[in-house]
T-cell receptor, first 113, second 112 residues
Framework: EAGVTQSPTHLIKTRGQQATLRCSPI?????VYWYQQALGLGLQFLLW???????NRGNFPPRFSGRQFPNYSSELNVNALELEDSALYLC????????????FGDGTRLSIL | QQQVKQSPQSLIVQKGGISIINCAYE??????FPWYQQFPGKGPALLIA?????SEKKEGRFTISFNKSAKQFSLHIMDSQPGDSATYFC???????????FGTGTRLTIIP
């Protein structure tokens, strides 16, 4: 069974640009979660999607947004990139919202120059 | 109230010893407590998880101890091996609020 896959592995952008990160959940999983892992700050919850709807978002500005497609894959968009957005962005999926556990991909390393 | 506090920040244990990592939470609505293991360049991998209806769960060399009244839980790694060297994160979530709240991580190093 294929795990959670994320693309690209690395992404380099400059301040003010936009970044799009993609995630394919484990087959059969309907819930997708996004987390930011910044150096020294641990993992912070960003967004949760289930059945195509945004169910919850963390304490991040509106320039962080995303969507979930009918095939349950998801993308995270970050607009007006700032230096502090440099981090590892992790996607996780679960079988259904109330059925933990969450399984993580290996992330997209976003570097802002 | 949403915080999960994890200690120690780093830990060095001799091969064959017991590694112990502790976490404490404040939100009594939390009802699911997983531990994740992360190697450099990889995403976190679920190691073991517990719900508050039991006080201990064991899977191989890994054991979670849970103290509901103290709002604390810990990970014990028995017979620690060099391959266990990684960063470990505790986390918590509650029904109806399925996001995971993570501790700040413990870098574990197992020395020969």
């Amino acid at each position: 069974e294929a795990g959670v896959t994320q693309s690209p592995t690395h992404l380099i952008k400059t301040r003010g640009q936009q970044a799009t990160l993609r995630c394919s959940p484990i087959s059969g999983h309907t819930s997708v979660y996004w987390y930011q892992q910044a150096l020294g700050l641990g993992l912070q919850f960003l967004l949760w999607y289930d059945e195509g709807e945004e169910r919850n978002r963390g304490n991040f500005p509106p320039r962080f947004s995303g969507r979930q497609f009918p095939n349950y894959s998801s993308e995270l968009n970050v607009n007006a990139l700032e230096l502090e957005d440099s981090a590892l962005y992790l996607c996780a999926s679960s079988l259904e919202p109330t059925n933990q556990p969450q399984h993580f991909g290996d992330g997209t390393r976003l570097s802002i120059l | 109230q949403q915080q999960v506090k994890q200690s120690p920040q780093s830990l060095i244990v001799q091969k064959g010893g017991i590694s112990i990592i502790n976490c404490a939470y404040e939100n009594t609505a939390f009802d699911y407590f997983p531990w994740y293991q992360q190697f450099p360049g990889k995403g976190p991998a679920l190691l073991i998880a517990i719900r508050p209806d039991v006080s201990e769960k064991k899977e191989g060399r890994f054991t979670i101890s849970f103290n509901k009244s103290a709002k604390q839980f810990s990970l014990h790694i028995m017979d620690s091996q060099p391959g266990d060297s990684a960063t470990y994160f505790c986390a918590a979530s509650g029904f109806g609020n399925e996001k995971l709240t993570f501790g700040t991580g413990t870098r574990l190093t197992i020395i020969p």
